[in-house]
């Protein structure tokens, strides 16, 4: 296999396979739904996955060290599995109803940041690594710097493109965080409670 397609093989098709996963899974549950006739389950699932979401940004908070507890490793687990199953349940509440514009925004903000998210789970840090295991290994092999390099441009540029995902990653969140709350906003202000 060229090294030119070892990066996008090995990293950036799980990438798309988790996210088609996520797409899939809540496509798959919210034909479930309909079929077994419970829209009224979708339509209060944005709870726990709101509560979810909220719950993995412990992670940013500690990273950030506005709290002390918790091993920031454990908590980026926490914050992979709590932000997907969240984002999970969301799309399956979206799913049920069409009608609200500000929801839709907040969805699709969502599955941007998630995109995000995941590129900086399975494209920044594999990468990294086997770009400089690559690296290694041909070095260790006696190639020329010169021809190392030519070897590894592919690898390197694909690299530094994904290299671009923390420049990005922060503002969609807080984007997808305005638009959500301003959907939650909405729900309590025009919802008939009676």
Known sequence: MPLKARLIQREVLPFLASFALLALLALALDGLLHLLDLLWVGRWLGIPGTLLIIGSTAYSLRKRQLIRAGHPARLLRWHELLAWLGSLLVLVHAGVH???????????????????????????????????????????????????EDQLYWDSLTFDAVKQWRVVHFPITLAFAVLATAHIVAIFLFWGWT
């Open 98 to 148: 069409f009608n609200a514009i500000l929801g839709w925004l907040a969805v699709w903000a969502m599955l941007i940041n998630v995109g995000s998210g995941l590129v900086g789970k399975f494209l920044l840090d594999r990468s990294r690594r086997r770009l400089e295991a690559t690296r290694q290994r041909m070095r260790a092999r006696g190639l020329p710097e010169s021809e190392l």
